[in-house]
């Protein structure tokens, strides 16, 4: 069985400020990829979602459409909200939150199954170096 694991993570400085997102996925051929990128202005929680975004749509892209719906995904966050919103334990106070989560929803169609799994910071450093890496570039040209 294919297994793919995410981990992501997304932050602003400033609520809302200047955002980024960080992702590593770890395929099932056993490469490695990490990303982060600038989103310009967002809110923590929007930051948390669009890091998930960014990361199934690049597994998606790499993966291909076949050996998506072969994969199972572990998607492994330290946002406690955005895991149980996302597993549907929480309900949506926000709609820029719940607009977000659809287009998670709807990039779920394209694997096996994904769980949501919240982990203790520690455990998600390597996505919250690249969200911070990214931010201290995008923000020192910024000012």
Known sequence: ??????????????????AAIGFVLRLPDGRVVEKGEYLDKRTNNEAEYEGVIHAL????????????LKTDVE???????????????YEFHEERLWLLFRHVWNLKTYFKSIVFKHVPREQNAQA?????????????TLF
């Open 75 to 89: 998607v492994r966050m330290d946002s406690e909200l955005a895991v149980r919103q996302m597993s549907g334990e």
């Open 128 to 140: 919250d170096a690249l969200v911070n890496k990214t931010l201290d570039q995008a923000t020192s």
């Open 57 to 68: 749509k690049k597994a998606k892209a790499l993966l291909g459409k076949e050996e998506c």
């Open 1 to 18: 069985m294919a297994k793919l694991i995410i981990n992501a993570d997304g932050g602003s400085r400033g609520n809302p400020g200047p």
